[in-house]
């Protein structure tokens, strides 16, 4: 692995803590309380590497339709994790954000993430993008949404609509493309998943379950990404 390349922002979606927690014999909350750990191996090789962003899926805009015990099992974690890593992600200057829609987020855990954000707003290092609720879809809408409001207001005329005033509505909005996209468990689809801001992501894909994804692993996509060529079209 070169220092040198290591890419700007890293995304992942983080898969397969159900299957990890079943062949333990475990119900699912367990695999995703296993995933935590992974979690925070991860950010603390992306602080090592001097990553700028890392984007992590923790709950798409679709996943409300699990059973109602995982969801609330998920919605308390949150929480949990939270108030316990605070102070870690402060000492390795971490700063926090969130993408996604924060209004259907139960206020336990809404609270919990902009508390978080808050304290963690000073950092200067990583910054880890939690992506809550969100669905590429979904954040694509609300960002037509945002300019057809503007035009209406006659903030934005239609004709100045481009890629990067539309960007500038998503609620990536400020953070760059990113340049690796990681994805465990060996299903080989997005999900919904940064569906604009992945257009020219290197596309990584394991079979490794999230909770087994550890520090090893990552520097083994790293290697990979590092083989590829990105060509954006030209030669
Ligand atoms: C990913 O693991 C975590 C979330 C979606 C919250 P899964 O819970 O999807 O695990 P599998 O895919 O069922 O194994
Ligand atoms: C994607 O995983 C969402 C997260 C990792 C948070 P899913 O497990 O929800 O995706 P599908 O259902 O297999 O496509
Ligand atoms: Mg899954």
């Given at each position: 692995m070169i220092r040198e390349d290591v890419p700007r922002h890293i995304a992942i979606i983080m898969d397969g803590n159900g299957r990890w927690a079943k062949r333990q014999g475990k119900p699912r909350l367990a695999g995703h309380k296993a995933g935590v750990a992974a979690v925070r191996e991860a950010i603390g090789a992306c602080v090592?590497?001097?990553?700028?962003?890392l984007t992590i899926y923790s709950f798409s805009s679709e996943n409300w339709s699990r059973p109602r015990d995982e969801v609330r099992g998920i919605m308390s974690l949150f929480v949990e994790v939270l108030a316990k890593e605070v102070r870690e992600l402060n000492e390795q200057n971490v700063r926090v954000q969130i993408i996604g829609?924060?209004?259907?987020v139960p206020v336990k855990t809404r609270r919990a993430?902009?508390?978080?954000?808050?304290?963690?707003?000073?950092n200067t290092g990583?910054?880890?993008?939690?992506?809550?609720?969100y669905g590429g879809r979904g954040d694509i809408v609300a960002a037509v949404r945002r300019c057809m409001e503007d035009s209406v207001s006659g903030n934005m005329?239609?004709?100045?609509?481009n890629q990067e005033a539309f960007a500038a509505r998503l609620s990536t909005a400020g953070i760059p493309d990113p340049d690796l996209l990681i994805r465990t468990s060996g299903e080989q689809r997005l999900s919904n998943?940064?569906?604009?801001?992945?257009?020219?992501?290197?596309?990584?894909?394991?079979?490794?379950?999230?909770?087994?994804?550890?520090?090893?692993?990552?520097?083994?996509?790293?290697?990979?990404?590092?083989?590829?060529s990105r060509r954006y079209g030209g030669v």
């Open positions: 090592e590497l001097e990553v700028d962003y829609d924060m209004s259907a993430f902009n508390d978080c954000c808050a304290s963690t707003a000073q990583l910054t880890l993008v939690v992506a809550l609720n005329k239609p004709a100045s609509l998943f940064l569906l604009w801001e992945a257009a020219y992501a290197e596309l990584y894909f394991t079979d490794e379950l999230w909770p087994d994804f550890s520090r090893e692993s990552l520097l083994q996509a790293l290697v990979e990404y590092q083989g590829r």
